[in-house]
């Protein structure tokens, strides 16, 4: 508990929410499964749908989400979204 | 009915008079407007009715072999439904639903399907997205479409164009997760500013009944005032919290993660409503062409057995007449 209590204002900072915190969470607690554990729950983790923004009635070009492995997903994204607001701690 | 007179009596004219020129005259309407019988035939040709019976057959086999896919998949999507209703009753109780509440920019999140022939379940959702829209805005304040699925972005482009901030389609690839909808609902909280938000779905209740539902998640700061004011939302006061977050900190995450529950629910009931919706559809359907079926056969039939008929009664009085 108090591991996630500290950690807290570093991902809010990051610009991240609550919702994609929990996820790497999940997605990294999913991956120390066993197998066959493991395969059943990468299958509840596939990620399909394509959003457009839309701007003065008319859509822009819609973007597709099509991700398999989360984890490295949100990695990737939560070290970009440091970087550009100089977070990174390394 | 009136060509096939005409015809006939110009063969009558063809053998009885061999000037080419009423021949032709004769015979022009039948060459210039091709007929349903072929030329020569004796009776009305049935081969319309024939196709139109195979087209139906074929109809029907379709809407079956629908009803029962969608049949299938209801059953496990239902279950599924059932257990996600666990996620949003804990928020429900902690903190209360506000559909009366006023703010200032409030975003409709209209959840629709992606595909049709599933009865009326995305025009109702459309319907209450719209009324919702008419009652939530007004002078200084704004509202706004983001909405889940082809059908419900197909029928708000219409006259709402302008209102729409968002789109999501091809929701139901995959079956629907959690994960998914998570990924969703982060990208929807990141890119949309928001007092309120109204979550609008079909809740399923049975294969044939589905209530539009609608469900308010406020954002923190709006939480905010609303729990000083009291109300169902300040009671989280009574609650011990662990940690050192302030609570405006965990009104933002608790907010937050109930708009992904409340989202998943509501993606997996409007699912379910549509696999619900499209059976009955689809049933009703079936049975129509079965209908449809028996009364054309029933026509064909009848023709069938008039031109044999009246063939009969041709042959025997030609007989008849030559004995005589």
Redesign the interface.
Known sequence: MSATTAAVPFWRAAGMTYIGYSNICAALVRNCLKEPFKSEAASREKVHFSVAKWADGKQEKPMLWKLGDLTWFFMLQLSAQMMNKDLVPW | MAMAVLRREGRRVLLSSPSPAAAMAARSPAVSQPEIAPLGARSISTQVVRNRMKSVKNIQKITKAMKMVAASKLRAVQIRTENSRGLWQPFTALLGDAPNVDVKKNVIVAITSDKGLCGGINSTSVKVSKALHKLTSGPEKESKYVILGEKGKVQLIRDS??S????????Q??PI????I??????I???VKFDALRVVFNKFESVISFKPTMTTILSPEVMEKESESGGKVGDLDSYEI????TKS?IL??LT??Q??CVLYNGALENACSELGARMSAMDSSSRNAGDMLDRLTLTYNRTRQASITTELIEIISGASALEG
């Open positions: 164009k302008q729409i901030e968002m789109t999501v389609s091809e929701l690839k995959n997760n959690y994960t998914q998570a990924v969703l609902a982060d990208d909280l990141k890119n662990e940690g050192g977050e900190e933002q995450n937050e993660f708009f992904s």
